[in-house]
């Protein structure tokens, strides 16, 4: 790939081909090294925010929007499972290497070129992040908590989702100067949005002017899909919330592969 020039060069369309999907298998081999150390890590977390949350605050809680608040928090947790499990990814482990081990770089000595390679980031933390929010579908499904067959719409769900974080992450990914520059993202973004995006509470408990702002949040748009599904209904303004979702990663992928450029191609 030609180097770009200047700010239009860097904010050119991308370039994409096929050669993305090496970089991917590359990044899935070294991943199945530890693969189940990884699953486990990824389910940990969600899985006792769940039934800790769920067992504990159901007991003060019946019912929520007329479900048990274990079965209204599965929908919740699953999301807020995917964006981190996509979001850790392309954070901490794209930025390794990208800028610790310089495996971009080296990568970029055969020919595929960065388009790809910032390509083969969003789809692979967008798989990773699918094995790990089907892995919470599949315990969801086992303590009882779903038994329609409409849960398993939520895999393409879970990899939108997947795919709509990565491409935010991957911005932050391309601005960071060291690790602790993802600290700002996770306290003032990742955290907000997980408390008015309807994870843990109905959305409709807040005051109008947040609603109006927690509305428009990606992580509202993955709930409001999802949590139906387990629920064995059909989601509303399903056109809307993908349309969003797939809109803000198709921005936000071409911003961060714009700053990633900016970053490596100079």
Request: overall charge positive; proline content about 6%.
């Amino acid at each position: 790939m030609d180097k770009p020039s200047g700010r239009r060069g860097h904010f050119a369309p991308p370039r994409l081909s096929l050669r993305f999907a090496a970089v991917w298998r590359r990044n899935f081999l070294v991943w199945k090294k530890l693969a189940l150390p990884s699953v486990v890590g990824n389910l940990a977390d969600p899985v006792i925010y769940m039934l800790g949350l769920g067992y504990g605050l159901g007991m003060l809680v019946p019912q929520v929007e007329g479900v048990s608040y274990i079965a209204f928090l599965a929908g919740g947790t699953l999301c807020y499972s995917t964006m981190n499990a996509a979001t850790f990814e392309v954070l901490y482990s794209g930025f390794s290497r990208m800028h610790v081990q310089k495996t971009w770089e080296a990568i970029m000595n055969a020919p595929v070129a960065l388009d790809d390679i910032v390509a083969a980031e969003l789809v692979w933390a967008a798989s990773k992040a699918t094995l790990a929010g089907t892995a919470i579908l599949a315990v969801i499904a086992a303590f009882g908590f779903t038994a329609s067959p409409l849960a398993l719409a939520a895999i393409p769900v879970i990899f939108l989702t997947g795919l709509c974080f990565a491409a935010l992450g991957l911005i932050m990914t391309a601005l960071a100067p060291s690790y602790d520059f993802f600290m700002y993202y996770f306290t003032l973004f990742i955290t907000p949005m997980t408390l008015l995006s309807g994870v843990f509470f109905p959305q409709n408990q807040l005051p109008d002017a947040i609603r109006s702002i927690a509305d428009a949040l990606p992580l509202s748009h993955a709930v409001s899909l999802a949590r139906p599904l387990l629920l064995g209904q059909a989601p509303q303004h399903i056109a809307q919330h993908v349309g969003v979702l797939a809109a803000i990663t198709i921005v936000a992928f071409w911003l961060a592969l714009a700053l990633t450029r900016r970053r490596l191609l100079k």
